[in-house]
C-alpha cells in the first residue's frame, strides 16, 4: 500500500513539473508576441514619426508581427501532416503560436484608435470596423479556447467547427489588410506585403491539400 500511494505521489509531482513547465511555455510566448509588437511599433513611430503617416507605418507593420505568430499557428499543423517530423515542431507548439498571435494583436487595437484620433478621415469605413472587431472576438476567444476547462464547456465537435471558421476568417482578414485594401485604393500591392500575401495563399493551399489528404485517407 506504501508503495502505491509513494508512487502516486510521484506520478503526481512529474504532472505537476509538466504543468507548469506548459504554462512556463504558454506565459513565454505571449510576452515574446507582446513584445515583440511593442518594439516594432516603437522602432517605427521613432523613424516615422507620431503623425499620421508614422503611426498608420506602425500600425501595419505591427500587423505583419501578428501575421508571423498567427500563419505558424495557422499552417503548422498542414505542414507537418504533409511534409512529417520536419515540421513536427512547428504543428506541436500551435497553440504557443496562437498566444503569441493573440498578445501581439493587442498592440494594434491601440495604434488603430491613435491613427482615428490624428486622421483628417475615418481611415476604415464603419463595415470593416465591424468585420475586425468581429475578428477580434474570434481571435481571444480561440485564446481563451487554449485552456482546457473552458474548451471543454463546448462540445469537442462545434469548438471544431468554430476553430476552423475562426481561423480561416482571420486569415481573409489578413488577405483583406495586406492586398484588397490596397487594390481598392488603385494603387496596388506593395512590395512589402507581397511576402505576407504570398504566405497566406500558401496557408490556404497547405491547409486544403492537408485536408483533402486526410479524407482520402479516411475513405
Known amino acids: ?32 508576441g507582446f513584445c515583440s509588437a ?23 507593420m505591427v500587423a505583419g508581427v501578428a501575421f508571423i505568430f498567427f500563419w505558424l499557428a495557422y499552417a503548422g499543423g498542414a505542414l ?12 506541436r507548439h500551435r497553440r504557443e503560436f496562437g498566444l503569441a498571435f493573440a498578445s501581439a494583436l493587442l498592440v494594434h487595437p491601440t495604434l488603430v484608435a491613435w491613427l ?28 481563451l479556447g487554449s485552456v482546457r476547462f473552458l474548451r471543454d464547456l463546448v462540445k469537442t465537435n462545434y469548438w471544431r467547427i468554430f476553430v476552423i471558421v475562426a481561423m480561416e476568417y482571420i486569415a ?10 490596397s487594390l481598392q485604393e488603385g ?9 505576407f500575401a504570398i504566405l497566406i495563399a500558401l496557408g490556404v493551399l497547405l491547409r486544403l491539400t492537408a485536408t483533402v489528404r486526410r479524407w482520402y485517407a479516411y475513405a
Open 38 to 60: 511593442v518594439a516594432v511599433g516603437i522602432a517605427i513611430l521613432a523613424v516615422r514619426g507620431t503623425g499620421e503617416r508614422g503611426v498608420g507605418a506602425a500600425t501595419a
Open 116 to 143: 482615428f484620433r490624428i486622421s483628417a478621415q475615418q481611415p476604415l469605413s464603419d463595415v470593416w470596423i465591424v468585420y475586425f472587431v468581429i475578428g477580434a472576438v474570434a481571435t481571444y476567444a480561440l485564446a
Open 1 to 32: 500500500m506504501e508503495r502505491v500511494v509513494t508512487m502516486l505521489h510521484s506520478i503526481e509531482r512529474i504532472l505537476s513539473r509538466s504543468a507548469m513547465r506548459h504554462k512556463s511555455s504558454a506565459v513565454t510566448w505571449m510576452g515574446a
Open 187 to 195: 494603387v496596388g500591392v506593395p512590395l512589402r506585403y507581397i511576402p
Open 172 to 181: 481573409f482578414l489578413f488577405f483583406r489588410d495586406f492586398v484588397l485594401l
Open 80 to 91: 507537418a501532416a504533409l511534409f512529417g517530423s520536419v515540421f513536427e515542431g512547428l504543428s
